[in-house]
């Protein structure tokens, strides 16, 4: 696995308190991982601070499971 | 009871009356205070007054910049800011059929859209630590309305509506926010009044006076601390029993 998606992983499972075998690359941050509307910006932010990058609010949307956001930031960074 | 050792506060406004006071009352409970205002020597007053844990952070908040700036000034100079008090204001009073479409933004921009901003700016810091406060000072007249501030009564509804939207948005981060409507208030505004107008005024006041400063800045307290966080989307009537709601 990518040290992007290492260090992805890492953040939902501090934020979300979810066990690490859980964040899967379908694993939706809503249905699957019990985040809320609100979590989801706040991971958003911890992503933009973490790899030191904007993600805008129209990007935000599209990044719903953990795949999405590994792959949204490995194309931004 | 209500101690804010270790709190930081911002407070815009804090050239004023109220704000100097909602300054004091959270210095002497034990926080660390930002001091915003346009006019900077009565905030440098203040600031010398209080000693330590207080910095002057001079802010317009009729420039969308400088209040993007502020809440990153204010967490540059104080570590973060644990509590935000949205107390600055202006008037632009006329009668509405003849009020400005500057008299109205002015009013809007300063009173609601800063508010928005400054605590939009605050919320990151506050969600992370899982703590935060948000005082915002609304009005009697946001209830009531009056003659002639059609702009200030709506911005501070405005207030209202956007401190309960925000308040059931963050509640579950430990965030609160709480709006506060004084009445009329002894301050140098209220001190231009002539006495038969304080005679017409007083009348309407069960409590028979005018508030004092210290009479916000207690609920100030109550709404910042510990004890106030099961309190969220609330707002707290300081007014003498002038309106009852």
Known sequence: MSDIADRVKKIVVEHLGVEEEKVTENASFIDD?????????????AFEEEFGIEIPDDAAETIQTFGDAVKFITEAA | MFDLTGKTALITGASGGIGAEIARVLHGAGATV???????EPLETLAAELGARAF???????????????????IAAMG???????????TRDGLMMRMSDEDWEQVIDVNLTSTFRLSRGVLRGMMKTRWGRIVNISSIVGTGGNPGQANYAAAKAGIVGMSKSLAAEVATRGVTVNCIAPGFIATAMTDKLNDEQRERLLVKIP?????????????????????GGYVTGSTLHVNGGMTMV
């Open chain 2, 207 to 227: 409590a028979g006076r005018m508030g004092e400063v210290r009479d916000i800045a207690a609920a100030v307290l109550y709404l910042a601390s510990d004890e």
């Open chain 1, 33 to 45: 991982l019990g985040a809320d509307s609100l979590d989801t910006v706040e991971l958003v932010m």
């Open chain 2, 56 to 74: 002057v952070l001079p802010c317009n908040l009729s420039d969308a910049a400088a209040v993007e700036e502020l809440p990153k000034q204010a």
């Open chain 2, 34 to 40: 930002g001091l915003s205002g346009t006019r900077i």
């Open chain 2, 80 to 90: 973060s800011v644990d509590i935000l008090v949205n107390n600055a204001g202006i």
